[in-house]
């Protein structure tokens, strides 16, 4: 009996060890085929970190597409947002829209300089007609 304890118990440290090391390389194939591009997303820089999320955010079959950032200018129909890359968005909307912004919100409190988060379907020529708009708070310049 005392030598078949110790057998049993490198038996058992062995398989441990390999269902481990098994969980482990299972869990890394999971990852890697969820980012498809290969890209850790903790070593990319705020702007790409930015881009993939609104290119993932853009992969619904149905065109979804969510865009943030500040409002550039705007008219009865449509606004133009700057993107934090510096590019720009513009958006249509209609007098039915759903516009939020802790209390509900109407067209005329979507306002040049408010910054704004936007759901909407993209259209061919790469602007966004938009399903709802969110108008954010203000975030405080650090020091």
């Not at 390389?25 to 999320?53: A, D, H, I, M, V």
Request: glycine share 12%; net charge positive; aromatic share 4%.
């Amino acid at each position: 009996m005392k030598k078949i304890l110790p057998i049993i118990l490198v038996v058992i440290i062995i398989v441990g060890a390999g269902v481990f090391y098994g969980g482990m390389k299972y869990g890394q194939s999971k990852t890697s085929s969820s980012n498809p591009s290969g890209q850790n997303f903790q070593n990319l820089t705020p702007e790409q970190r930015q881009q993939l999320s609104q290119n993932r955010a853009g992969r619904g079959g149905n065109g979804a597409n969510s865009l943030s950032g500040e409002v550039i200018s705007k008219d009865q129909q449509s606004l133009t947002i700057k993107m934090p890359d510096g590019s720009s968005k513009i958006v249509f909307y209609s007098d039915s829209i759903e516009i939020g912004k802790f209390v509900n919100g109407t067209p005329s409190d979507l306002e040049v300089g408010k910054t704004v988060t936007v759901n909407g379907k993209a259209n061919q020529d790469g602007s966004i007609t938009a399903q709802s708009i969110q108008i954010r708070p203000a975030i405080p310049s650090q020091p």
